[in-house]
């Protein structure tokens, strides 16, 4: 194919295959509904990009040029998508995003992460571990590497990591060398259903394992030396784990200020001391041990590792710790699932000790919020303070008698205020905050700067006014 075409073209995933045949040398040119940073950043790079569904924006080449163009569209478009329409009825190839990246690993050493929560952190980690000690790697990742500032690495390696997306199953275009699965939770019930259905998806993403390959999974989620959601597996198969024994394991754990540890490393047999990680959060230990695991399956020798997991710097949104000062911290981070939030808020916890927590949590998707509704207010319970948005619908329209309001009311704090995310600003400057969190996968890091800049400004003295429309607890 001599041009792509990209609708959802800002999407973290679509991103990363539009830079992929950008620096392939292919014309690239998408759509998406919204101007963002990161669409902005592909337009520096050499694609072109509109915001308006209408095929007559389509560039001509790639209209009149059938048989070489290809379409690739993210799963996450409707099928009233008048552009995908319109190359539908025109005959020009369109395929799914997953299906794009499956056919681009073929061939190549495959390192593939899955996990319904921790993969996005998992898969840069590995990446970055590839890069520094195993001599490169292609990776196309779930989020911005702060390390490479970018959610795409190219290399003459043929290594290859892959954040393996179960949404949509769409993690079953892939045939890894190498699989990590690092949680199988109730997610994405709006494509599955059921926690059962969703089992029955890993079961069928690790069965695509290459006779010769592995794989690398949370110890809990094994059964009699199995994965505890399927009965056979006949390839090797480790375990990993925090802080428990396991093939692979950290352990002699110290705190270091700033929620930082220091640590050993039992990678099956072998021990690296001393390992210190460039990111806080008990749970990023958890994920670099996850990594090292997968580096050390696909055959990598991790004599240097300990550097490499120093000099990690993270991903974007993902415990992204934006101010720190005497007086304030603030921390933004994409959790939109229970379990991950219970992780966030428990790991930024460790972070800043004795510090009052106030979390702003923007739910993702009507139907996750009604599935999940009781977990939400569980896991944002743990927080001293709450300030809860509307529901971001992103692909979805209303669901009737669905709202925040079904976790606002279920949260068990006194201190929590339910708001628009228009009022946001003026609802956080009538209150006294030590740690603040932004949590969600929505449209909440729009506001990341102005939120950032309000605290600076409370750093320096400045005077602020409240002026809000929320509705608190104590008036509902």
Not at 163 to 178: G, I, T
Not at 182 to 198: F, I, N, P
Not at 402 to 431: E, P, Q, W, Y
């Amino acid at each position: 194919m001599k041009n792509v075409y990209f609708i959802g073209i800002g999407g973290i995933g679509m991103s990363a295959l539009a830079r992929y045949f950008l620096h392939r040398q292919k014309p690239v040119a998408g759509y998406d509904r919204t101007c963002t940073p990161l669409t902005q950043a592909l337009e520096r790079e050499g694609a072109l990009v509109h915001y308006e569904d209408d095929a007559l924006l389509i560039p001509d080449v790639f209209k009149n040029n059938g048989n070489n163009t290809l379409v690739v569209y993210t799963p996450a478009v409707g099928n009233d998508s008048r552009e995908l329409e319109f190359f539908r009825k025109s005959g020009i190839r369109t395929v799914k995003r997953a299906e794009a990246l499956g056919v681009i690993a073929v061939g190549k050493k495959l390192l593939a992460v899955s996990g319904t929560h921790g993969k996005t952190t998992t898969s840069a980690m590995l990446a970055h571990i590839l890069t520094e000690v195993g001599g490169g790697c292609n990776a196309f990742l779930g989020g911005i590497s702060k390390n490479y500032g970018s959610n795409l690495l190219l290399s003459d390696a043929n290594l290859m990591v892959a954040e393996a997306d179960e949404y949509d199953r769409s993690f079953l275009h892939l045939f890894p060398d190498v699989a990590v699965v690092t949680a199988v939770d109730a997610d994405h019930l709006d494509v599955y259903g059921s926690l059962e259905e969703v089992q029955r998806a890993f079961k069928d993403f690790v069965s695509h394992v290459k006779p010769s390959g592995a794989l690398v999974i949370k110890k809990k989620l094994v059964r009699n030396g199995k994965p505890a959601f399927m009965q056979h597996f006949d390839k090797r198969i480790y375990t990993y784990a925090f802080d428990e024994h396991a093939d692979f394991y950290a352990f002699n754990l110290k705190p270091l200020e700033g929620g930082y540890f220091s640590f050993d490393l039992y990678l099956r047999g072998q021990t690296l001391r001393g390992c210190t990680l460039g990111v806080p959060g008990w749970v990023n230990v958890e994920n670099a041990v996850a990594a090292s695991a997968a580096a050390w399956a696909a055959g990598v020798n991790l004599r240097l590792l300990p550097e490499a997991l120093k000099t990690f710097r993270g991903v974007q949104r993902r415990l992204d710790v934006h101010l720190r000062t005497p007086n304030f911290a603030y921390i933004d981070d994409y959790a939109h699932h229970p379990e991950e939030l219970r992780a966030a808020i428990t790991s930024i916890r460790g972070m800043f000790p004795g510090k009052k927590l106030t979390g702003i949590f923007q739910p993702h998707l009507y139907s996750r919020t009604r599935d999940f509704a009781p977990a939400f207010a569980e896991s944002l319970s743990l927080l001293d303070e709450l300030i809860l948005l509307d529901v971001y619908p992103a692909r979805e329209e209303p669901v009737e008698g669905v709202s925040s309001a079904l976790i606002f009311d279920r949260v068990s704090i006194a201190d929590k205020t339910m708001c628009s995310k228009s009022d946001l600003l003026g609802v956080l400057r009538g209150k006294q905050v030590e740690t603040l969190v932004t949590l969600g996968a929505g449209d909440i890091d729009t506001l990341v700067e102005e939120i950032r800049d309000e605290l600076k400004g409370r750093s320096k003295g400045l005077s602020v006014e409240n002026t809000t429309s929320c509705e608190s607890a104590a008036t509902r």
